[in-house]
């Protein structure tokens, strides 16, 4: 049974920092394009970023510069640092395994950016 854990969410307020963590089970994590991806409450899923295989990451305009995606084989986990966060980045944030016609979702972690 493949199962994909976010954790690491949380109220943080404006400027701060949090980390989020996507735990897998059930699949041979190296071999999966991790993606994290975002949906604020009325709005359209939204792609954040992704890591591939090999270790390469891209990121939407909007976080560049701010957030880091990474992974660690060893643990099966991806991980999103958060940096200099704001409030539009109030979402409910969830981690995406990709591998050829398999993908698979986490339940999601709620991050919410507030004073």
């Known amino acids: 049974q493949v199962q994909l854990v976010e954790s690491g969410g949380g109220l943080v307020q404006p400027g701060g920092s949090l980390r989020l963590s996507c735990e897998a089970s059930g699949i041979t994590f190296s071999s999966y394009v991790m993606g994290w991806y975002r949906q604020a409450l009325g709005k359209e899923r939204e792609w954040v970023g992704i890591i591939t295989v090999g270790g390469k990451t891209n990121y939407v305009d909007s976080v560049k510069g701010r957030f880091t995606i990474s992974r660690d084989n060893a643990k099966n986990t991806a991980y999103l640092q958060m940096n200099s966060l704001k409030p539009e980045d109030t979402a409910v944030y969830y981690c995406?395994?990709?591998?050829?016609?398999?993908?698979?979702w986490g339940q999601g972690t709620q991050v919410t950016v507030s004073s």
């Open positions: 995406n395994a990709g591998y050829a016609e398999n993908d698979y």
